[in-house]
Nanobody, 122 residues
Framework: EVQLVESGGGLVQAGGSLTLSCAASGFTFDDYAIGWFRQAPGKEREEVSCISTGDGVIYYAGSVEGRFTISNDNAKNTVTLHMNRLKPEDTAVYFC???????????????WGKGTRVTVSS
């Protein structure tokens, strides 16, 4: 059974930090790209960051570049998103997702986690 389980969400003040983790199981981890997406109330889901676990290629959305860092641990089948200098506009439910190959896209992910909520207070 494929599972993607997110953890690490919570409430933080603006300027603070959080670390999200995604634990994957049930598929060959290093054949997939793992991405973080987020969806704020009333808004569409957007891609935040993606890492190709096979070759390490990384993508960041412009809104988070320089503040968020994605990394993977292929031995543990986990992907971590370190979020620094958080802003109220980062408030959303964050989802981990996996796509076979080396790219993420909002409409092309094969598996999704259930999400973890991040709330940034001003």
């Amino acid at each position: 059974e494929v599972q993607l389980v997110e953890s690490g969400g919570g409430l933080v003040q603006a300027g603070g930090s959080l670390t999200l983790s995604c634990a994957a199981s049930g598929f060959t981890f290093d054949d997939y790209a793992i991405g973080w997406f987020r969806q704020a109330p009333g808004k569409e889901r957007e891609e935040v960051s993606c890492i190709s676990t096979g070759d390490g290629v990384i993508y960041y959305a412009g809104s988070v570049e320089g503040r968020f860092t994605i990394s993977n641990d292929n031995a543990k089948n986990t992907v971590t998103l370190h979020m620094n200098r958080l802003k109220p506009e980062d408030t959303a439910v964050y989802f981990c997702a996996a796509a076979f190959g080396d790219r993420c896209s909002r409409w092309g992910m094969d598996y999704w986690g259930k999400g973890t909520r991040v709330t940034v207070s001003s």
